[in-house]
C-alpha cells in the first residue's frame, strides 16, 4: 500500500497535484487534506478511472487521519505571493502553517517522506526538520525542499536558446529556491559555449527570478501554480520510483547536507561549513537520500553568483531552525 497524502489539496498547487499524482499506478491511496474543501476535490477525482482510492480530510479533527500510515506527504499549504512581495515576506504567515503540519506528520506518520513545497522553502525545510528533531523522529534522509520547478524552468529557457529539446535538457540548479540563492549551472551544460556572455546572464536572470514573471502576469492573483504542479508531480513520482527500487534516480531538491556526510563534504569545501541545507543533486534510494553529488566545476560568472547567494540562505536558514528552537512545542 502506498498512500500519498497532500496538504493544501485544495489549493492552487494542490488541485492539479493531486489530478496528476491520481493518475500514477504507483499510488493506492490518494489522501487529500486542507481546512477546506477536500470532501469536494476529493469527490470530484475519485471518479478519475485509475486504479487509487482518494479520500478528502478536512481540519486538523480529521489531520491523523488524513496522515497516518502515508508514505509520502507532499506539503502545497499557505499563502503565495503577490506582486512586490519577496518569498521571505511570506515567513510571516507560512512559518506557523507549516510548524503545526509538520508536528502532525511526526505525531502520525514519522516515517513518511516529507516534500515541502510552501515557501519561503529555505526556511520551511529547517522548519520541519526541527519540529522532527523535537519530536525524536528526525531522518535527514527524508526531509526535501521541492525546487524542482528551478530546473523544469531552466530545461525550458535554457533549450529555447541552444535548439534543444526541453524534456530531455537537463541543467543543474542548486542552491536554494529564492532570487538569487537559486544557482543554475549553465557551464556544465553540454551546447551552452555557443551562448555569449550577455545571454548566459540574461537566461540565468531568468531562472533565478522565473517565480516573479508568474507573479507579475497574475497580477495579483497567485503564483505559479499549474507549472509548480508538474514539477512537483514529478519529483513525487521520482520519490516513488527509488522507493520501489528504480536505480540512477536523481534530481535536484534541497535537503539537509547531513542526510550524506561524506558527499557533504565535497560541497561544505565550496559553500563553507556554515551552510547546512543546500540544493544539490541528489540519488535517491529507498530510505530516501543515497548520495548528495558534487556540485561539479563553476565557470567564474558562477563563482560570483555563489557569492551573492551564500549570506541570504545563510540568513534564511537560521531564521528558519530557530522559529523553532526557539520555541515550545
Ligand atoms: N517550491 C516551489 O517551487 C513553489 C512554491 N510555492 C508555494 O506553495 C504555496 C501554496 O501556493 P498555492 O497553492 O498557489 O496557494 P493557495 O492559496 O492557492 O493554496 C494553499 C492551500 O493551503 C491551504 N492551507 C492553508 N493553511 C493550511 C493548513 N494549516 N493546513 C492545510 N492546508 C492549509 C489553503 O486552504 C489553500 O487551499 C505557497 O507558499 C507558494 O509560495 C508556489 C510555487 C512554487
Ligand atoms: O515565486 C513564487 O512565489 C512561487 C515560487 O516559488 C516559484 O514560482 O518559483
Redesign the pocket.
Known sequence: MVKVTV????????QPLSLLLKQSPLISHLSL?????TPGVAADLSHINSASKVTGHVGNEQMEDALKDATIVVI??????KPGMT?DD?FKI?AG?IR??AVGVAKYAPKAFVLV???P?NSTVPIVSEVFKKHGVYDAKKIF??????IVRASTFVSELINADPAQLKVPVVGG?SGVTILPLLSQVEGTNKLTQEQVEQVTNRIQFG?DEVVKAKAGT????LS?AF?GARFTLAVLDAINGKSGVVECTYVNLEADAEGAKAIKQVVGDDVAYFSAQVQLGKEGVAKINAIGSLSDFEKKLFEAALPELKGNIVKGASFITDAKL
Open positions: 496538504c493544501g489539496a485544495a489549493g492552487g498547487i494542490g487534506f486542507d481546512i477546506v474543501n502545497p499549504a499557505g499563502v503565495p505571493r518569498r511570506l507560512n502553517i503545526d503540519l513545497i510552501s515557501n522553502v525542499g521541492v525546487t524542482t520547478l528551478d529556491h517565480g497567485g503564483s505559479a501554480t509548480m514539477a
